[in-house]
């Protein structure tokens, strides 16, 4: 299993530019998550998805979007990039507890995005 | 809502010294416990986790007990490595098996 992947690793936008973050998970969890790491900051929540079809708010979701079509591809949409949002991306996937694996989360290498 | 405060780093120890990295919690009901690393240019791996009250994680030589009473789970390795260089965070499970993260605390071992 290649578990959590995530592509591009490294991308620089310019100002107002928009872009899309890949996220796919084969190991059939029900639960993804999209976190950003500041510099010397703990990982705050994007958005997250229990499902298929199903994504909600997390704590930071302002110039954001999602979307769940699949249980592998959990996509992060950024429409007008902003300054603000350079920042390191990172996926995770969970099989949460009603999945019977726990809830721990699993996450990609991330991807490292510059907005200038 | 629910909140991780971990120590401020950087630690820098000498090898095989004696780790402890502090971290206590504020949530509601009872939420599992973890601890995550992260080396350079990675993503974070689960370190290791407990679930209830009184439970110990352990993984490495690394362990941590969940001390409900103290709302803390604080990380501990008798013996450190330089390859145990890394960033630490803390966190808990809510809802919807969301994380709640600490700050993260970077840890230096030197030979």
């Known amino acids: 299993n290649a578990g959590v992947t995530q592509t591009p690793k490294f991308r620089i936008l310019k100002i107002g530019q928009s872009m899309t973050l890949q996220c796919t998970q084969d190991m059939n969890h029900n639960y993804m998550y999209w976190y950003r790491q500041d510099p010397g900051m703990g990982l705050k929540l994007i958005y997250y998805?229990?499902?298929?079809?199903?994504?909600d708010k997390g704590e930071v979701p302002n110039g954001y979007n999602v979307s769940r079509s699949t249980t592998e591809d959990f996509p992060l949409r950024l429409e007008l990039a902003a300054p603000s949002q350079t920042s390191v991306y990172f996926c995770?996937?969970?099989?949460?507890?009603?999945?019977?694996?726990?809830?721990?989360?699993?996450f990609g290498p991330g991807t490292r995005l510059t907005v200038l | 809502g629910n909140s991780v405060t971990q120590m401020e780093g950087p630690v820098t120890l000498s090898e095989e010294a004696f780790l402890t990295i502090n971290c206590t919690y504020t949530a509601t009901g009872y939420p599992s416990l973890f601890w995550y690393v992260q080396y350079p240019g990675e993503g974070l791996q689960l370190l290791l986790k407990?679930?209830?009250?009184?439970d110990k994680g352990s993984n490495k030589g690394f362990e941590a007990t969940y001390r409900k009473e103290t709302t803390s789970f604080h990380l501990e390795k008798g013996s450190v490595q330089v390859s145990d260089s890394a960033v630490y965070f803390c966190a808990l499970t809510g809802t919807a098996s969301k994380l709640t993260f600490g700050t993260g605390t970077r840890l230096q071992v030197t030979l």
């Open positions: 998805s229990v499902g298929a079809g199903i994504t």
């Open positions: 407990a679930t209830k009250a009184d």
């Open positions: 995770a996937s969970s099989p949460g507890l009603a999945g019977g694996g726990g809830n721990e989360q699993f």
